[in-house]
């Protein structure tokens, strides 16, 4: 408050300055973060900031580096976006003003991270130096840096790539070793992580995902057929090999493009998931991991992601299959709608409740957004070659 | 921008005018909704709005009248809270400023209500006048009002009490009728409500609840013993009863409060519920839905409510024994240990990932948050007369 007898002294500069100071009160409106997601635009190395109730592009993010298969995690308030970009960059994205808070270039090649359970721990899994890194989630200062280190045949001590990383209840972080044929387990309760290896897994687990209640952490292997399982409720018994005849198998297909596993969707009692090489979706008894059904479908599936309510299964399609995404009715285990989003779809994400679908066509410099109800088109957003798509929720759920 | 030239004429007035203007800007600071929640506060009528990451109240909404048994559900961007009265209140609360941005009296006794799939609808189960009303989410202007009517054995139409009442995928809700033995499916996709009647499902049901999926709505019985179960998927296959032996059964004991069937579990192929009026918890294949188990605890069971790993289960208890949480583990069936954060425990809600378990103690007037894997308490709120407690990541949640 200011007395009219203060008015006089008042130089310009000053008011100028008081009036410059009250307009630095944030002009962002409020608002809630609950459905809010990102698109990654690789090409442009941005990040799309849309909005799931209108459907539409809200901000966009530049200056992110790499974005060649960049991943997405998210604060546990959900209000901003931890990237990961190929090139070693990770980037904390404040979603409510668009700006990068923080950045820092952590290894020379990464492919992903995860959020603790208690969100205060930021983890990268790196090919190049192979290891995970830890950072603060507020600030991105780097609180622990673990070597993936492993003895070769010749008892040398090398390292290995990372791959797979994951969090898991408990605070803890899962993740896998190319070469090496490991899987680490971190335990973050303590005041310095603790580490158990587990040997001989398998050879190059090449991706790995974890259950919705975070107990199975599943590791696909390139280098041999089968999966690697690691039952979290119980490490002391090791990691046991499932469904065997999982690969390639005898005869070699080319295979264009190995299956995400994140992609994989462990629904009730069943596991969804994409055959490698084949035009198959296959279906897993999630108990005992016998498989139950093969469902011939348009191409080489890629991600095989159920709807929220599992009545649906949506599948897009490496290339030169992949300018399609089927709908897979779950009970009759049919496909039951073939859409054509665009050219090169590469990611699906859906609205936490199910009732959209956002896809994701690189080529056609598109997403377009579905009514999983009617299967119809209900919205088309211009962005320059779209790939992953990310919301918010994904803050609360484990594993993603 | 001011030149000093326009400095002389300017009068204190229009100075000061131009000062408070821009003081008008928004105070409140800018941050992300996904780890906000609110616990309903009886006697004072009020929400405190708290953050689980700092753990601590941030504000206090007061003037939503009669909060006893008051339910609370999230708007799909998780900013606001829609607080269901006892008194038929229906109040729309802003989490990021602690105002009631809308409060409508829409009934003469509700209990409780839902949002729709899509984020645009509220509804509410009303007791008096029984029935259900549709409001728009952003206004709570009225959009519709479905009586629940039905004929009796004299053939006469009567009104009955809504319960139950769910949002389910597709846009649409599920209630069941406490007089009329009645459930009802209001498909909300066309422009207008299209109403499914199933009759005689069973005597006087009291609550209900539906699956983390969306499928399975159950029914309990007040009038009988069983469950009504309705196949979202098949509702042309009808009401089925399930559990037949579940309820008070042969010898009548005293029930001192029939069990919240919201409290249930359904964790992969189980369901955990609390048996009515016995100390104990009972485990069902939700498969066949035949008993597996039934674990002995401490009182009568009200909430039985999984960890988000599904490793744990909590269990609150009716008068006399509600001074205690006892904690199971879902592998050996056995109760691990009993917690005792005070008088009178009526709620418990888990962070979205279940690191933490926030305990309302009416009578002890606090809110108690325990670690859930040292199952330490790691933070007490004072709270008057707590009740329900409820985190913004409901919002992402199917029936929730």
Known sequence: ?????????????????????????????????????????????????????????????EGLGDLSHASVKFSRDAR??????????????????GEITHRVIQSGNSIGGAVSQDGALVAVANYEPGGVKLFDSETLEEVADIPATWVDEKGEEQRS???????????????????????????MQGDTPEVTRFTDIGKEPYDALIGPNG???????????????????HPEQGVTRILP?????????????????????????????????????????????????RIPVHGQPIFVMRRPDERQIWVNFAHPDNDVVQVIDTESREVVATLTP????LHMEFTPKGEQAWVSARD????????????????????????????????????L
């Not at 901003?80 to 003003?97: C, I, M, Q």
């Open 161 to 187: 790539k990372v791959v797979g990383l994951v969090d898991a209840p408990g605070n803890r972080f899962v993740y896998s070793l190319f070469e090496a044929g490991e899987i680490h387990l971190i335990d």
């Open 364 to 399: 056609s410099d598109r997403v377009v957004v579905y009514d999983t109800r009617t299967l119809e088109e209900v919205a088309r957003l211009d962005s320059e070659s779209p790939s992953g798509i990310f919301f918010t929720d994904r803050a609360h759920r484990i594993g």
């Open 215 to 233: 107990r199975y952490y599943i590791a696909g292997l390139f280098g041999e057929d089968g999966l690697a399982m690691l039952d979290l409720w």
């Open 342 to 345: 665009g050219e090169a779809v």
């Open 80 to 97: 901003y976006a931890f990237v990961f970009g190929r090139d070693g960059g990770l980037s904390r994205v404040d979603l409510l003003t």
């Open 245 to 293: 005849d999982y690969g390639r198998g005898e005869e070699r297909l080319p295979v264009y493009k190995m299956p995400h596993l994140e992609g994989w969707t462990l629904a009730g009692d069943e596991a969804w998931l994409p055959a490698v090489g084949r035009h198959e979706v296959l279906v897993a008894d999630s108990d005992d991991w016998s498989l139950v059904d």
């Open 1 to 61: 408050m200011i007395a009219p007898a203060l008015l006089k002294p008042l130089a310009a500069v000053s008011l100028l300055a008081l009036l410059a100071g009250c307009q630095a009160t944030p002009t962002t409106e409020l608002r809630g973060t609950g459905d809010l997601g990102v698109v990654v635009e690789r090409a442009t190395g941005s990040l799309a900031v849309v909005d799931t109730s209108e459907r539409r592009i809200l901000d966009r993010v």
